[in-house]
């Protein structure tokens, strides 16, 4: 029997769209005919967390993120999935808040570099991602390094997320920058380069680049429906 999957989302909006219509075609191409995904989704206001982001209150998200959860574990979700790279910066917190398993975007996209047969990668998100050690740490862990790119680019990168891709705006001119980036750190060695804000997938595609491009808003919606036909849950 197919689980249902319980979708923290709204982080943006852009994404959670995209996760909803991956893990339904998915699933259409798993089971054929009319099927599609059981998803119960819950929707956040995403300007409050941004908000709290850019004091450092990430107490507050975790506690807005971890009674989002527990409203899904209430409404029959068996899977928790956080629709976004940066807020798995509370993934602790979440996981312990509920008793059904928390599916990690990082550890998934570990998953997805091993196939590739990728050791060391570059690592595209926000200030966040790519600077905290919540997700590095993670994939390093998996056994996957990551480099990131220079401090400026840094900050370019984070700003085109917040300006213009969470509010539905991809621009050829930001797509160029980012693909500038991606190269860049191929030529430092990268073998892949992990597009680690589920945005970025919206904006730069793999026909952009020779670079491999990995997409954890695909990556992550396809594991999440993986584990909801696993028995091993």
């Given at each position: ?58 107490d507050a998200i975790a506690e807005e993120l971890s009674g989002a959860a527990c409203t899904l574990e209430k409404a029959g ?40 047969g990728a050791t060391k990668v570059g690592l595209l998100g926000t200030i966040f991602t790519m600077e905290k050690p919540f ?81 954890t808003c695909r990556i992550h919606a396809e594991k999440c429906v993986e584990l909801a036909f696993s028995e091993e849950l």
């Amino acid at each position: 029997m197919m689980k249902t999957i319980g979708l923290l989302g709204g982080m943006s909006w852009e994404s959670s769209a995209e996760y909803y219509r991956v893990m339904n075609e998915t699933v259409k191409h798993r089971l054929g005919g009319l099927h599609s995904a059981k998803i119960i989704m819950f929707s956040v206001d995403f300007a409050g967390l941004r908000a709290h982001m850019l004091k450092g209150d990430w107490d507050a998200i975790a506690e807005e993120l971890s009674g989002a959860a527990c409203t899904l574990e209430k409404a029959g979700a068996d899977i928790m999935v956080i629709g976004t790279n940066t807020m798995h910066m509370v993934a602790p917190q979440v996981a312990d808040a509920v008793d059904v398993p928390l599916v990690h975007i990082a550890d998934a996209t570990a998953a997805a570099c091993k196939e590739q047969g990728a050791t060391k990668v570059g690592l595209l998100g926000t200030i966040f991602t790519m600077e905290k050690p919540f997700y590095r740490d993670r994939l390093a862990e998996n056994g996957i390094e990551s480099i990131v790119p220079s401090r400026a680019d840094r900050e370019l990168v984070d700003k085109v997320i917040f300006d213009e891709l969470c509010k539905g705006e991809f621009t050829d001119a930001a797509r160029k920058e980012y693909v500038r980036i991606i190269e860049d750190m191929a030529a430092q060695g990268a073998q892949a380069v992990i597009l680690g804000c589920t945005e970025i997938g919206l904006l730069v595609t793999p026909k952009d680049t020779d670079v491999p491009v990995l997409d954890t808003c695909r990556i992550h919606a396809e594991k999440c429906v993986e584990l909801a036909f696993s028995e091993e849950l």
